[in-house]
């Protein structure tokens, strides 16, 4: 039998347990407040979003209210609308300062009515570009529309537009992805990449300098031919059979850089460049025959010798035209930007440069009569 304990044994155990008990009644105490408090909260939140549902609710019913009023009265204001439309098209056909082609309006072919752009739901440049040979929406409907009608062509203009801005936000989303994954690929470039960065950097062409093209000065300090052979030495000469045939090719577009001054060339001059060009168009088609033939290197190729033997030079051609027109174009875009159609932007881009041509034109003069 185990040992009797003592009174004072037996009165600490007590002492303890009843210690015990009143820790975890406290402890449940505590949890419980603590629910309590978290459950006063969620509630006073959801008073909070009853109040506001309430409000919804309220605004939602003065809002279909109004809706029926106006369903009540559609009648009175279709008779409204019509004797309006009367009287705007009395006005537009008795007025001086209205005109057919005003850029807020448009001729409707089947009614012969002038209506304006808005009331015929095309709400942006794309919708309204062919208007002038266009029909009314009544005439497209094949009668006056009422009013319920014209909200549900709206409604179905404003599903149509969330859907389509839907697929775009979805393209550009893939489109996204596709550019950070690439990006991927160059952030961890690998040994040869990093070696020919380096060679690229003591010459002085690294991408931190020309970003994405050479300019003209790079260029030529690329093809110099020590630059030429540092620059092929990166690359093992078993990693391509093309090697040898490219590095014949940037020696001869050296040579053909050096040429390219303002000397008058005699025949024996400009029988050596069009060997160098014949061995350049023969080593590209062995060394990339699946590339396309860039404008550039046609007219190197095609019009270059003709063009020496009728002026004897070359150097008093220049670029900065056109890349000045590339300035122009580049500022066309951003100003039509907000055209989403590709045609109708590309029609506003030559609509400009056609007056600028208009404008800045220097030969024959287009008013002078025959």
């Given at each position: 039998m185990p040992p009797k304990l003592s009174k004072i044994a037996r009165k600490h155990n007590a002492e303890k347990g009843v210690e015990v008990l009143e820790n975890r009644h406290e402890k449940i105490k505590r949890e419980l407040r603590d629910k309590l408090s978290d459950a006063i909260c969620r509630l006073s939140e959801s008073e909070a979003e009853i109040v506001e549902l309430k409000k919804t609710i309220t605004q939602k019913d003065e809002e279909i209210a109004e809706l029926k009023v106006t369903l009540m009265n559609k009648d009175e204001i279709e008779k409204q609308l019509e004797n309006v439309e009367k009287a705007l098209e009395s006005s537009q056909q008795s007025s001086e300062f209205v005109t057919l082609n005003n850029s807020e309006m448009f001729h409707c072919s089947s009614c012969e009515k002038n209506i304006h752009v808005i009331c015929s739901f095309q709400l942006d440049s794309t919708d309204s570009s062919h208007l002038s040979s266009s029909i009314c929406l009544d005439c497209q409907r094949n009668g006056s529309m009422s009013i319920e009608y014209r909200l549900d062509v709206l409604l179905e203009m404003e599903v149509e537009a969330e859907r389509t801005l839907?697929?775009?936000?979805?393209?550009?989303?893939?489109?996204?992805?596709?550019?950070?994954?690439?990006?991927?690929?160059?952030?961890?470039?690998?040994?040869?990449?990093?070696?020919?960065?380096?060679?690229?950097?003591?010459?002085?062409?690294?991408?931190?300098?020309?970003?994405?093209?050479?300019?003209?000065?790079?260029?030529?300090?690329?093809?110099?031919?020590?630059?030429?052979?540092?620059?092929?030495?990166?690359?093992?000469?078993?990693?391509?059979?093309?090697?040898?045939?490219?590095?014949?090719?940037?020696?001869?577009?050296?040579?053909?850089?050096?040429?390219?001054?303002?000397?008058?060339?005699?025949?024996?001059?400009?029988?050596?460049?069009?060997?160098?060009?014949?061995?350049?168009?023969?080593?590209?088609?062995?060394?990339?025959?699946?590339?396309?033939?860039?404008?550039?290197?046609?007219?190197?190729?095609?019009?270059?010798?003709?063009?020496?033997?009728?002026?004897?030079?070359?150097?008093?051609?220049?670029?900065?035209?056109?890349?000045?027109?590339?300035?122009?174009?580049?500022?066309?875009?951003?100003?039509?930007?907000?055209?989403?159609?590709?045609?109708?932007?590309?029609?506003?881009?030559?609509?400009?440069?056609?007056?600028?041509?208009?404008?800045?034109?220097?030969?024959?003069?287009?008013?002078?009569?025959?």
């Open positions: 839907k697929n775009n936000k979805d393209m550009l989303d893939e489109v996204t992805k596709e550019l950070e994954s690439i990006q991927k690929l160059f952030k961890e470039p690998g040994p040869t990449r990093v070696l020919l960065d380096n060679v690229l950097k003591t010459i002085g062409c690294d991408s931190r300098v020309w970003f994405q093209q050479l300019t003209g000065n790079q260029a030529r300090t690329l093809l110099r031919p020590e630059n030429i052979r540092k620059v092929l030495a990166v690359f093992p000469s078993d990693s391509s059979d093309n090697i040898t045939v490219m590095e014949e090719v940037m020696m001869d577009l050296s040579a053909l850089m050096t040429s390219a001054n303002n000397q008058e060339k005699t025949d024996e001059e400009i029988d050596g460049i069009e060997r160098l060009l014949w061995r350049i168009e023969r080593n590209l088609r062995v060394a990339q025959p699946t590339s396309s033939v860039t404008p550039k290197l046609h007219m190197l190729t095609a019009h270059l010798i003709p063009y020496l033997r009728l002026h004897r030079s070359w150097g008093h051609l220049t670029e900065q035209g056109i890349e000045h027109l590339h300035a122009v174009v580049n500022a066309l875009h951003l100003r039509f930007a907000s055209v989403p159609d590709p045609e109708l932007n590309a029609i506003l881009v030559l609509k400009h440069l056609s007056n600028f041509n208009f404008l800045f034109d220097i030969g024959q003069s287009w008013f002078q009569s025959d």
